[in-house]
């Protein structure tokens, strides 16, 4: 499966000399749209055609000539091949060799709810099949191009122990990983190529310089997207000699949107919380949760506590909204008006601390707010840094039925018994 990371956390995994960084960000991309990118770049990938009416099976697989197919529903979660669906059919991965029974395997697919261990109970609709041809896989590898804090630019790690879990291959046999740190001007030239393609185990000299262009593609694709990561696992050899990157996981750099808009307009945010699509607009970043207390607050950390601390005073949040370091007084306007529309919230609590925001920016839009939205929901604010005195001041003289706290402890305490009473 290839899978696109979206932008809320990011995982560094550090095991012998390997650093392998994945990053989880709100821009997804289903799996075809992802191997379009490669093959768009000269990347080798299995031949494929995408179907999203029952009726255009039959012309997508008069594209494809192979002896066997992988039919693939399109979602945005791990686990398809062990998933169900709402219908009773099992499995959102098939191979079959009967070129008849595809049909039958996309009608059981598509416009029905795939459940697998990453999604939802009620799963996720399938409204694009991926029919593709299979591939006769003598050899695999594994490659990795990432940005790596620890040698200040792009790493090329190389294994011959394709189709493994990388951190378990440089756990067992380190002597089957080899690192790279690249010039991120000069990037993969003929002779690196050459030698990692050699360590990888590419021995047929028409296979190797495949090989060798299949990974300085990768490079430019690497440059040209933005990648934060591009790893393929398993890059393979197949029976007849060809190089084909089977699986990816792709990470994007969401600071170079303004340079990818064509590649963040194909985002597909039909399987997304309208609310994070709604808040992701205005540059805030939320996740909606099951409990009654709305949360407004700067920084990650700051929101992780403010919802523990709810927990312990015996609340329950309803969500993560943080409004960044350089929240504008619009963007406090849109979260508490992404706040209020939830029917689930009975009550708003805002902590902003920190030496960045102006606690009057976040005062200004916390009474234009109240006032412009006919607030009617208690409101508990804690604010704490920046010009904190005259936000303070700011706040008492709106006039409005205001709850303040000197620390977040109180201010979860006061939110709780405003819900409870």
Request: net charge negative; glycine share 8%.
């Amino acid at each position: 499966m290839l899978r696109i990371f979206g932008r809320s956390a990011h995982l560094l995994k550090r095991t012998t000399k390997i650093v392998c960084a994945s990053s989880v960000r709100n821009l997804n991309l289903l799996e075809y749209q992802s191997k379009e990118l490669l093959r768009d770049s000269g990347v080798s990938v299995q031949n494929f055609a995408i179907v999203d009416d029952l009726s255009k099976t039959n012309s997508a697989l008069e594209k494809l000539h192979a002896d066997e197919f992988v039919i693939k529903a399109q979602v945005l979660a791990g686990g398809r091949g062990k998933g169900w669906f709402d219908n009773g059919f099992k499995g959102g991965v098939h191979l079959t060799k009967d070129r008849n029974a595809v049909s039958n395997y996309v009608k059981n697919m598509l416009g029905h709810r795939l459940i697998t261990k990453q999604t939802s109970k009620d799963g996720i609709l399938v409204q694009k099949i991926m029919i593709a041809e299979s591939v006769d896989i003598a050899y695999e590898t594994y490659i990795c191009i990432l940005m790596d804090r620890q040698y200040n630019g792009p790493v090329l790690i190389a294994s011959p122990a394709g189709g493994m879990d990388i951190e378990t291959v440089a756990e067992k046999y380190p002597e089957k990983i080899k690192t790279v740190p690249l010039d991120i001007y000069y990037g993969i030239d003929d002779e690196i190529a050459q030698d990692v393609c050699t360590f990888l185990g590419f021995s047929d000299p028409d296979v190797l310089n495949k090989a060798i262009y299949e990974l300085k593609n990768l490079w430019k694709l690497f440059v040209d997207i933005d990648a934060l990561q591009i790893e393929i696992n398993p890059l393979v050899e197949t029976t007849d000699k060809q190089v084909i990157a089977v699986d990816a996981k792709i990470a994007f750099d969401d600071n170079a949107q303004f340079r990818q808009q064509t590649l963040f307009a194909l985002e597909d945010v039909s399987e997304k919380d309208p609310r994070e699509v709604d808040a992701s607009r205005y540059n805030l970043n939320y996740i909606g949760m099951d409990g009654n207390i709305g949360c407004l607050v700067n920084g990650a950390g700051l929101a992780m506590a403010t919802m523990d601390i709810i927990k312990l005073n015996g609340g329950s949040p309803a969500n993560f909204l943080d409004v960044g370091g350089s929240v504008r007084e619009d963007q406090v306007f849109q979260a508490f008006r992404i706040l209020s529309e939830d029917p689930k919230v009975k009550a708003i609590l805002v902590n902003v601390f920190g030496g960045i925001v102006n606690c009057i920016t976040i005062a200004r839009g916390i009474i234009a707010a109240s006032q412009n939205l006919g607030l009617q929901i208690p409101l508990v604010v804690r604010l704490e840094g920046t010009n904190v005195t005259e936000a303070k001041k700011v706040l008492a003289e709106s006039g409005l039925p205001i709850l303040t706290a000197n620390n977040l402890d109180e201010a979860a305490r006061k939110a709780v018994t405003s819900v409870n009473t």
